[in-house]
T-cell receptor, first 117, second 110 residues
Framework: GAVVSQHPSRVICKSGTSVKIECRSL??????MFWYRQFPKKSLMLMAT?????????EQGVEKDKFLINHASLTLSTLTVTSAHPEDSSFYIC?????????????FGDGTRLSIL | EDQVTQSPEALRLQEGESSSLNCSYT??????LFWYRQDPGKGPEFLFT???AGEEKEKERLKATLTKKESFLHITAPKPEDSATYLC???????????FGTGTLLAVQP
C-alpha cells in the first residue's frame, strides 16, 4: 500500500522549454503533497507544499512563477518548470501524505531527473 | 532554526561488520523522527518512525533508537544489499513538513 507514482522518470529538453511532472497517489487519497529538489550528494530540499483545491505554499527562495504547482484532485499534483534553464537541471521528487494521517510517514515517488541543455 | 545533522557522511563496512549511523536534531516540538533509505536514482523508501525518547523499532538487520537529542540507526551484520543512502528527517510540531539531514552513504563490501 501507499504507492506514489511520479512521471516522467527522466526528461531532457532544450533551454526555454516548460516541463510538467506528475505525482499520483495510486492507492490512497492525498490532500497534501510535497515537492522536493535534490542536488547530487545533497539532501532533499523542500520546494513547496501542494494543497488539494487551494494554492501551494512555497518555501522561502523558491519562485512560484517559475515552479507552478497544481493539485486539482486528491490523487494528482503537478509541477511545471516554466521556461527551464540549465540551472533548473536537478532531481525532483514528490511525496504524499494520506489524508487524515499527518503523523504517518510521507511516501515518495521515484523522482524525475530533469536535464536542460 | 530547525536542523537535522547526520554523521558520518559516508561509511564503508565489510559484510557482517555491525555499526551505527547518527542523526542529531534540533527540531521545535518534535512530533516524529523518520528514517528513510534511498537507492541511487530513486525516491526515499520509508523505514521507521520514532515518536518519543526511549522508543526503539526494528526491521530485519536495522534497529532505530531515539533520545531527546539524537537518533541512531544500528545495522547488525550488514549485507551488500544494505548499501544505500540513509536519510533521517524530523517533523516539527504544528507542521506536516519534514526537515531532512544530508544522509549517510553506506557501502557494504562482500
Amino acid at each position: 500500500g501507499a504507492v506514489v507514482s511520479q512521471h516522467p522518470s527522466r526528461v531532457i529538453c532544450k533551454s526555454g522549454t516548460s516541463v510538467k511532472i506528475e505525482c499520483r497517489s495510486l492507492d490512497f487519497q492525498a490532500t497534501t503533497m510535497f515537492w522536493y529538489r535534490q542536488f547530487p550528494k545533497k539532501s532533499l530540499m523542500l520546494m513547496a507544499t501542494s494543497n488539494e483545491g487551494s494554492k501551494a505554499t512555497y518555501e522561502q527562495g523558491v519562485e512560484k512563477d517559475k515552479f507552478l504547482i497544481n493539485h486539482a484532485s486528491l490523487t494528482l499534483s503537478t509541477l511545471t518548470v516554466t521556461s527551464a534553464h540549465p540551472e533548473d537541471s536537478s532531481f525532483y521528487i514528490c511525496s504524499a501524505h494520506q489524508t487524515g494521517h499527518s503523523n504517518q510517514p510521507q511516501h515518495f515517488g521515484d523522482g524525475t531527473r530533469l536535464s536542460i541543455l | 532554526e530547525d536542523q537535522v545533522t547526520q554523521s558520518p557522511e559516508a561509511l564503508r563496512l565489510q559484510e557482517g561488520e555491525s555499526s551505527s549511523l547518527n542523526c542529531s536534531y534540533t527540531v521545535s516540538g518534535l512530533r516524529g523522527l523518520f528514517w528513510y533509505r534511498q537507492d541511487p536514482g530513486k525516491g526515499p523508501e520509508f523505514l521507521f518512525t520514532l515518536y518519543s525518547a526511549g522508543e526503539e523499532k526494528e526491521k530485519e538487520r536495522l534497529k532505530a533508537t531515539l533520545t531527546k537529542k539524537e537518533s541512531f540507526l544500528h545495522i547488525t551484520a550488514p549485507k551488500p544489499e544494505d548499501s544505500a543512502t540513509y536519510l533521517c528527517a524530523g517533523a516539527p510540531m504544528a507542521t506536516n513538513k519534514l526537515i531532512f539531514g544530508t544522509g549517510t552513504l553506506l557501502a557494504v563490501q562482500p
